[in-house]
């Protein structure tokens, strides 16, 4: 085989790692098969899909890279390594300590749309006391202190923060669904339940 070949078929063979690594990142957790390799390939035979595999995974897995690739009964995915086991662990703690339970969304959207508002309006529309799941946003720094109301007793109005925005990942409150599509809960606010703002209240054809 001449240079000039050589060079094609070293080509060749990097365009199709490039296109199993892709597929595997799109696959995630579902993982891919030989079938599917079979036949996004146009392969004659799952012998031939499975080899096609086993060169992939030999060359990605001894690259000095942070993934690589694992085999569960010829399902095929991405996995991080061993050694990122300690940071990768900080960051699922990192991120859950940013989560919203379901009453401070719901104390959140309310404070969005009827901005300013007191405490009295929230647990007005919500029918329980909110003071802790307002607190707990006070803290977080997702709604702030915007004024006093000269309404009697003179009580604190409050309105949201750019960390609202960042928490539900919108650009403007016109991307927030309507106030009665917010769960409002009957009884006391569960502030222990731990809520994934990020899949939470979005419209299902929200695009990130």
Do not use: C, W
């Not at 070949?5 to 490039?18: E, V």
């Not at 009964?73 to 990122?84: F, P």
């Not at 009295?120 to 702030?144: A, F, P, Y």
């Not at 109005?157 to 016109?174: E, M, P, Q, R, V």
Request: aromatic share 10%.
């Amino acid at each position: 085989m001449n240079n000039l070949a050589q060079l094609h078929l070293k080509r060749g063979l990097n365009m199709k790692n490039k296109i199993l690594e892709a597929l595997l990142y799109v696959q995630g957790d579902e993982g891919l098969t030989l079938i599917q390799v079979k036949e996004i390939f146009g392969l004659n035979t799952i012998a031939e899909a499975r080899k096609v595999m086993n060169d992939f995974i030999k060359s990605y897995n001894d690259a000095d890279g942070a993934l690589k690739i694992v085999n569960f009964n010829e399902v095929y995915k991405l996995a991080t390594r061993e050694t990122y086991k300690e940071y990768i662990t900080k960051m699922v703690q990192v991120v859950k300590k940013h989560r919203l339970s379901n009453a401070a969304i719901e104390v959140a959207g309310i404070t969005a749309y009827k901005q300013p508002v007191t405490r009295s309006m929230i647990n007005n529309i919500r029918g329980v006391q909110s003071d802790q799941v307002l607190n707990s946003l006070l803290t977080k720094g997702v709604i702030e202190e915007v004024g006093i109301s000269p309404t009697p007793g003179n009580p604190i109005l409050y309105g949201i923060t750019n960390k609202f925005y960042d928490y539900f990942k919108i650009k403007s409150l016109a991307e927030l669904p309507k106030l009665t599509e917010f769960n409002f809960v009957d009884g006391v606010e569960n502030e222990a339940e731990d809520f994934n703002l990020f899949d939470s209240q979005r419209p299902e054809n929200y695009d990130n």
